[in-house]
Nanobody
Framework: QVQLVESGGGLVQPGGSLRLSCAAS????????RGWYRQAPGKQREMVAT???????NYADSVKGRFTVSRDNAKNTAYLQMNSLKPEDTAVYYC?????????WGQGTQVTVSS
């Protein structure tokens, strides 16, 4: 069993920064980070950033230039650095890993951007 524990969310003012973490634990021998997603109230879950097979990262246009994905393979942890946050970034953020038996989602962490 693999569990993904997310942390780092919270309340920030517009223009502020947060770094989200997604740490994998359990049977993590064959998992790969896939990306970050978010879901705002009343909206569908949308892609924020996805890892490609070639090892690069694709970002949604809405976050390009502001968000950066990084990984620490030794710690089995993925990060999402979020800068210049805007109110429209307010959402629950989810990380996604892929295992031989399918996708594994984090529990979600709330990010609220408000004055």
């Amino acid at each position: 069993q693999v569990q993904l524990v997310e942390s780092g969310g919270g309340l920030v003012q517009p223009g502020g920064s947060l770094r989200l973490s997604c740490a994998a634990s359990g049977s993590i021998y064959s998992i790969n980070f896939r990306g970050w997603y978010r879901q705002a109230p009343g909206k569908q879950r949308e892609m924020v950033a996805t890892a490609t097979a070639g090892g690069s990262t694709n970002y949604a246009d809405s976050v390009k230039g502001r968000f950066t994905v990084s990984r620490d393979n030794a710690k089995n942890t993925a990060y999402l650095q979020m800068n210049s946050l805007k109110p429209e970034d307010t959402a629950v953020y989810y990380c996604l890993f892929w295992s031989p038996v399918g996708g594994i989602w984090g529990q979600g962490t709330q990010v609220t951007v408000s004055s």
